[in-house]
């Protein structure tokens, strides 16, 4: 079967183009410039899971030529980039405090801040979408479920976007942006941990002080880095794949008046939403050792670039049907699969699940109004702004259940 190469490197390159889709329909993967993409859905989900294939941000920051330095040491102590025990163990505490009760305990919060922030830009029929609304409420919520206080919710929300360009292939162009940004964000966390570990709180940075499993307890450096860790995660991926869902919803209108009308969809609008435009465009691994998969060797040390958008849009799974908030599909990749599964999907899916269905009813048939500038297309992408108009709609009252509680 005929191999293309694909540049997943280049500036320019787009997992949703053209070329992507024809070699996803030549064979299962491309080679790369540092290995090889994965492009179509099963061995996709494989190789995600593939325990000889490990998490490679580390070796990726050595191919850009960071290999020392404080935003090394953050990633190396950062727990996606951890394996083994040192994963497992990270993980279990943090997941006796990060719980899906805690999560839904903001849900009424959610949609006050969805309505409040709403109110600010209603009454004129247009808004930037991105800084209006996805960003202020993506930082808002996980500074609260954390604990920042309210004073400190911008500079987070600041150092936050900056932290997020160490998601990239353009790492090393930023690194002194983002070094500052770790150094600030840092400091202020260390003086939150001192405050809770003095006079501990209902919040997510006291719960993780205080998590304990056989008398194991988080160091103050292991606190230190998942809560910034937390920030970094809980709003910049979740700002940039509600400004997704918004530029794929404009696409589609009919699916967003179907959204106000049943809002009991919402679960499958989120599902639906992040397979067609997911804000993590690729998952990096590389390999642990000499490997054969299916036809394919790879060698030790080699890059393994699962691409979500061919695998999510793989013809042999979804029928080439479209984006369809009604369908049950297999389930989107975006949030991992295996031990590397992320630990803040049950965050980001609440996100989601109660803003979609105030704003599909609040803000009626928007469209773009003006141009939207993206982020690179590998790594964590989507609008940097997202000016739209709309036809402002009054709210009517919440159903008795209240939406993006049900089962996808």
Wanted: glycine share 6%.
């Amino acid at each position: 079967m005929t191999v293309a190469y694909l540049d997943i490197e280049d500036p320019d390159f787009r997992p949703d183009s053209a070329d992507v889709h024809k070699a996803r329909e030549a064979n299962w993967y491309a080679r790369t410039p540092r290995g090889y993409a994965v492009l179509r859905y099963e061995p996709a989900g494989e190789l995600i899971a593939d325990r000889r294939l490990r998490q490679s941000t580390l070796d990726f920051f050595h191919a850009q030529g960071i290999t020392s330095g404080p935003l090394y040491d953050f990633m190396r102590r950062f727990l996606p980039c951890l394996e083994g025990e040192d994963h497992a163990r990270l993980r279990g505490l943090v997941s006796k405090a990060f719980t899906r009760r805690s999560v839904d305990a903001l849900r009424p919060f959610m949609r006050q801040v969805t309505h409040e922030l709403v109110d600010t830009f209603h009454a004129s029929g247009r808004c930037d979408f991105i800084t209006d609304f996805a960003e202020p409420y993506s930082a808002r919520i996980i500074c609260t479920l954390l604990g920042v206080p309210e004073e400190q919710h911008d500079s987070f929300r600041g150092w936050g976007d900056d932290l997020s360009l160490m998601v990239s292939n353009f790492v090393a162009q930023h690194r002194d942006r983002i070094e500052t940004a770790l150094a600030g964000l840092g400091s202020a966390v260390d003086a939150l941990l001192a405050k809770r570990r003095e006079a501990p709180q209902d919040d997510l940075i006291s719960r993780l002080i205080a998590a304990e499993e056989a008398g194991d307890r988080l160091t103050s450096e292991e606190l230190r880095v998942m809560v910034i860790g937390l920030m970094l995660a809980g709003q910049d991926a979740t700002q940039h794949q509600l400004g997704l869902a918004m530029t794929t919803f404009m696409k589609h209108p009919e699916q967003w008046a179907l959204l106000a009308e049943q809002p009991e969809l919402v679960d499958r609008a989120i599902e639906e939403s992040m397979r067609v435009s997911p804000a993590s465009t690729v998952i990096m691994r590389i390999a642990d050792e000499d490997i054969v998969y299916r036809d394919l060797e790879i060698k030790e040390g080699t890059f393994v670039s699962v691409l979500l958008d061919p695998a999510h849009n793989d013809p042999a799974v979804f029928n080439g049907e479209g984006f369809d908030i009604t369908k049950q599909r297999a389930t989107q990749l975006t949030f991992g699969v295996g031990l590397h599964y992320c630990l803040g999907a049950a965050l980001a899916r609440a996100e989601m699940g109660e803003a979609l269905p105030i704003l599909a009813n609040r803000l009626h048939s928007p469209e773009p109004d003006g141009p939207v500038p993206w982020r690179p297309t590998v790594g964590v992408t989507g609008p940097i702004t997202l000016p739209i108009r709309f036809v402002p709609h009054s709210p009517t009252p919440a159903p008795t259940a209240p939406p993006g509680t049900g089962a996808v």
